[in-house]
């Protein structure tokens, strides 16, 4: 069964550095998410891109996180600079988009920012 | 805005027991919703998704769920728990969004832990 990629697995860094993520969603999947699930909560929806676009970063905090998809395929989630607050389990989801299609998770990368 | 609340953060049965995780959602329109498994350091797994049609849902590893518009719930249960089920069990209630457009976007409760006691 096909599975969405995503890099690193676990990632330490300092806080005010900058760090990055890689997800690579399953083939033919239009909607991609990124959540972020602080530990012992639920997953919180970051930004969702139809193909290339943007079509909700309304939780995202602009101030220091990015994200793209350049070519509608493979996405990367950015934060510069990093704080200690930052410290989560970083989730990648895909979707067809179909209104009935569930989510496909990643297996995340646990971000710990010392 | 939809919004999803798990009653009991912990839960905790015997082997063989039956198996009861709550979940009440909060929505202005017919929900879609979704009952998901994390085990540790992992992604999210789908076990059952209800989307309108028959009000009680089968998923895999034998949990099921029954939406109950009156009650606004959607709770999860299978009959003799399994070692192998103790895991981190999310309920998630899908927006719709205008057009339809913004479908997928999952809002997720705080999650309950399934603790299974040989």
């Known amino acids: 069964e096909a599975e969405v990629a995503q890099s690193p697995r676990y990632k330490i860094t300092e806080k005010s550095q900058a760090v990055a993520f890689w997800c690579d969603p399953i083939?033919?999947?239009?909607?991609l998410y990124w959540y972020r699930q602080i530990l012992g909560q639920g997953p919180e929806l970051l930004v969702q891109?139809?193909?290339?676009?943007?079509?909700?970063d309304s939780q995202l905090p602009k101030d220091r996180f990015s994200a793209e998809r350049l070519k509608g395929v493979d996405s990367t989630l950015k934060i510069q600079p990093a704080e200690l607050g930052d410290s989560a389990m970083y989730l990648c989801?895909?979707?067809?988009?179909?209104?009935?299609?569930?989510?496909?998770f990643g297996n995340g990368t646990r971000l710990t920012v010392t | 805005a939809q919004s999803v609340t798990q009653l009991g953060s912990h839960v905790s049965v015997s082997e063989g027991a039956l198996v009861l995780l709550r979940c009440n959602y909060s929505?202005?329109?017919?929900?879609?919703l979704f009952w998901y498994v994390q085990y540790p350091n992992q992604g999210l797994q789908l076990l059952l998704k209800?989307?309108?049609?028959?009000?009680l849902v089968k998923g895999i590893n034998g949990f099921e769920a029954e939406f109950k518009k009156s009650e606004t719930s959607f709770h999860l249960t299978k009959p003799s728990a399994h070692m192998s089920d103790a895991a981190e069990y999310f309920c998630?209630?899908?927006?719709?969004?205008?057009?339809?457009?913004?479908?997928?976007?999952?809002?997720f409760g705080q999650g309950t832990i399934l603790t299974v006691h040989p």
């Open positions: 989801a895909s979707s067809p988009g179909q209104y009935n299609s569930p989510l496909h």
């Open positions: 083939s033919g999947h239009a909607t």
């Open positions: 891109f139809q193909d290339e676009s943007v079509v909700d």
């Open positions: 929505s202005s329109v017919p929900p879609y």
């Open positions: 209800y989307t309108s049609a028959a009000t």
């Open positions: 998630a209630v899908s927006d719709l969004g205008a057009g339809g457009t913004s479908y997928g976007k999952l809002t």
